[in-house]
Every structure is written in structure tokens, then in C-alpha cells.
């Protein structure tokens, strides 16, 4: 799905920004010295810092600094990070704020530019990439998945015996940085549901497009299940991660269902949490519906990334032949074909 993401930065920020990113690019490291390298950072095409210099890496001679700049300028934040650990220049070029700058507006598009910027410099010392790793932010390369089960009573053949089933279910629940997201109940497997899980699914599918936001940690989220009787899922998470940065955990809060009014619903990309804000927990505008507060199947949501859904990887079975490849080689071979 084509992103519906636009950036737009007022002059005097982008001012501010360049000056930044200028000192970043002739900030002196005396201890490399220690080591006998020279290590400088890649510099965007054109500017002032750039100096005639001559690296001894093989893929550095081969590849110029203005393309290597350009490939990390179209990776993500988490690959950012992969490749900030292959040689020590490319992890001071990955320090370049320009990259966190535009992850993060991205990432947080909902709170505004200026917004953004305010919340940098009170809370994150100006630092892109430490707001990246310390501000919540719902992760939108993969999905959410909560796993569930319950009993029910099966059919008793013989009367000195009562069979009981545990049966297994699980939410799935994709997030977009415009503020909308995807949810589907299912006994299936991710495999199979993350196949399904985009705004281009039929109806067969039981997939369900929602409206949510975020404030701090807390996510208030709701979906609307058309039919008959319009029934609204109200969901409440808190955000978190099991290391700094990572954002890989929701737990579910509460989880209501209320009945609406046919008046209430105009169409189907209606933002449904704008019309539910301030209802109470047992609040219900449809007699034929009362409202529910689920207390059970709350298990925690675990994030699970698109490149980990299925069992083959990019390169399949394969996957273990690169693994001992050197990545700067790797990389490399990328480019040249």
C-alpha cells in the first residue's frame, strides 16, 4: 500500500536541521586517531564537508559515498540499525540525523511537524534518534498478534466422562501511521492471515478497518462491525517493549463492545473513534445491544515483523549459505545487480 505520508517542514526547522546535520559531519573524533584511521562519515552530494579521501575497504572504493548515502536513505530504521553494526564508517554515517529526522516525523505524522519538533527539544536534547528509541511509537513494519483460548464442553459419549475442547484463537491487529488500522479474529495462523491483512480484502475475509490514537503510551483504538445490528469494538492498550526502542508488546487494557444507531454510522471509513469519544465503559445506544466489558481473552498482543511471518526468509533455504558471508560484500553484490 502506497504511503499517504507527506512531509512538510516550516524554513526556519529546516534551517535549524541543516545547521545540525553540518556539525554532525565535522565533528572531530581525536581517539580514532588512536587506531591509525581515518574514519569520516558520508556527506550528502554536494556538500561543504565533503574532502577527496580514499578508503582502503573494497566496497568503499566501489561504491560512491553519494549512492551508499542514498541506499541508507531508503532503509529502515531497524535495518539502519542491522547495518550500523558492519564496519565503524558506517556506523557514524547511520548517526546522521537526516535519517531519524524523517523515521521519526513518519512514525508520528498524527502529532504534527511543529508538534514534533517542540517535543525534541524539551524531552530529547535534539537528538532524532534518541526520540526514536525512547518515545512510544506504534510499529507498523509487521503485526500485533494476541493468542487466546478458552474451554468449551464437547459431546459426552459415555456418562462416566465429560470432554471438554480448548479451543484457540487469535487477534491480529496492523497499524498505519495515518491513524487507521486492521483487525481480524481468526483461528488462523499469521501466515495466513497477514496475507489478508490490508485495506483491499473482501468482505469474506472478516477483516475490519478501524480508527485509533496515541498518547504516550496508552492506544485507544476502535473498530466498527457493520450489519443489522452496527456493533463498536472499543480497545484499550498500553505500549511497550521488552528493550529500549523495540515497542514489540501491547497489553490489552479493556476491551467493550456497544451497540450503535443506524443514524450514528455515515459510511465505511468513517473515523468511528472520533463518534464514541467520551463513552462510558457500559454505555449503549441500541437497546437490542447491550454493552460488554470483556474480561476475558486479554492476553497481551506480541509484534511480530513481516520478514519473520513466514518460515523462508528473502532468501529461503539458502538463508543459512549468506550467513557467514561478509555484509559488506553482500551489499555489494546487491548493488551491482
Known sequence: MASDFAMTIPAELESSLRLKTVHHFVTQRPWLDLYGINVRPVAPFGSVSRKPYVDTALIHRCLPDELLFEVFARMSPYDLGKASCVCRKWKYTIRNP????????????????????????????????????????????????????????????????????????????????????????????IKDVAKIMNFRAAKADCVFTGHYTLSEEKVEAAVLYPGLRPTVLRIRLRLRGTTAGANNRMDLLSLVTSGMNDNEVNGHDEDILGVVEGWQDDETHNPDVPAVSHKRGLTPFVFVPFEEVCDLFYFGSFGNIFSGVNKKLLLLLFVKH
Request: one cysteine or more; proline letters at 3%; hydrophobic letters at 40%.
Open 98 to 189: 537526516v535519517f531519524w529526522r524523517n523515521a521519526c516525523l513518519k512514525a508520528w505524522q498524527l502529532s504534527g511537524v511543529v508538534e514534533n519538533y517542540k517535543i525534541l527539544q524539551s524531552r530529547y536534547e535534539g537528538s532524532w534518534r534518541k526520540m526514536w528509541l525512547l518515545r512510544p511509537r506504534i510499529r507498523i513494519d509487521g503485526l500485533y498478534v494476541s493468542r487466546n483460548t478458552y474451554i468449551r464442553a464437547g459431546v459426552a459419549e459415555w456418562k462416566i466422562t465429560n470432554p471438554v475442547h480448548i479451543v484457540c484463537y487469535y487477534r491480529y491487529m496492523r497499524f498505519f501511521p495515518s491513524g487507521r488500522f486492521i483487525y481480524k479474529n481468526s483461528s488462523q495462523k
